[in-house]
């Protein structure tokens, strides 16, 4: 059984930083499609970052020089370091993964930026 357990949310100033973490269980990340996505209130999820399996990475316009998705093998964990947080930032953060044609979703964590 797949499970992506995400933790690291909470409220933070402008300016700051954060990382959320997403701990996989049933599917090895290091063989998998993995991304990053957000929603805010009344918004369509957006994709911020992504990283196929073998460590390249993409990132949003929005994040670009801010976040950085990153994964860790040994504990078939993913990572998105925030820094230079800004208010538009604010959404929930969901942890996906995709493994053999499947698509796995975390929970969601929320992320709120204080202005």
């Known amino acids: 059984q797949v499970q992506l357990v995400e933790s690291g949310g909470g409220l933070v100033q402008t300016g700051g930083s954060l990382v959320l973490s997403c701990a996989a269980s049933g599917i090895d990340l290091s063989s998998s499609y993995m991304s990053w996505d957000r929603q805010a209130p009344g918004k369509p999820r957006e994709l911020v970052a992504t990283?196929?399996?073998?460590?390249?990475?993409n990132y949003a316009n929005s994040v670009k020089g801010r976040f950085t998705i990153s994964r860790d093998n040994a504990k078939n964990t993913a990572y998105l370091q925030m820094n230079s947080l800004k208010f538009e930032d604010t959404a929930v953060y969901y942890c996906?993964?995709?493994?053999?044609?499947?698509?796995?979703w975390g929970q969601g964590t929320q992320v709120t930026v204080s202005s």
């Open positions: 990283m196929i399996s073998r460590g390249m990475t």
């Open positions: 996906h993964a995709r493994n053999w044609g499947y698509d796995y």
